[in-house]
């Protein structure tokens, strides 16, 4: 069926509508950290989200107030993740990933590239888009827990932000 009618496409846009402006007044209330950059769970709850959106809008059988309902479960579900991982350092283990390290002093790491399902050309690529020509002048090249590649220029400090990388090594560790 191409046309089903005017009604249902008058529900589709009150219901539509109203579902939108639910779903950023839910989300303005919850914070930035609902729309940063995601980790794991953060998508999930962002697809349900659109599943959800779509759903109230598509089917007869959901009401708004039932939409309404789920959209902020999700959001409120992905608030208490987001401050318990910010405030018990158990929670943080269970649903975020840490930073792995892929390049250290100039050098790709074969193992970290191969655990992480990565290859030199998205490296590379990644740090073409920093404006890095060279592996050489790179202290660290990290995987981040959203997916995204960082790069660290060498300086003649130890870089503090690589502390909670997995695979850094100390400078205390060269030294002995």
């Not at 998508?43 to 039932?66: D, H, M, Q, Y």
């Not at 250290?104 to 890095?132: K, M, T």
Request: charged share 20%; proline share 2%.
């Amino acid at each position: 069926m191409f046309f089903g009618g005017w009604t249902e496409i008058l529900r589709i846009l009150i219901v539509g509508l109203c579902a939108y402006a639910g779903l950023v007044f839910l989300l303005r209330i919850s914070g930035k950290r609902t729309l940063s950059k995601m980790n794991a769970f953060d998508f999930i709850v962002t697809v349900a989200l659109g599943s959800t959106l779509a759903t109230v809008l598509l089917s007869k059988g959901v009401a708004l107030a039932e939409g309404f309902t789920a959209f902020a479960l999700l959001i409120g579900l992905q608030w208490v993740v987001a401050w318990s991982s910010a405030h018990l350092g158990f929670v943080t283990r269970i649903v975020k990933s840490q930073p792995t390290l892929i390049a250290y002093d100039g050098r790709l790491l074969p193992d970290a590239l191969r655990s992480e399902r990565l290859v030199e050309a998205e490296v590379y690529a990644a740090l073409r888009s920093q404006g890095i020509a060279g592996t050489e002048d790179i202290e660290a090249v990290v995987l981040e827990t959203d997916g995204t590649i960082s790069a660290l220029r060498r300086t003649s400090s130890e870089p503090g932000t690589l502390r909670t990388v997995r695979g850094y090594p100390r400078l205390d560790d060269q030294r002995s």
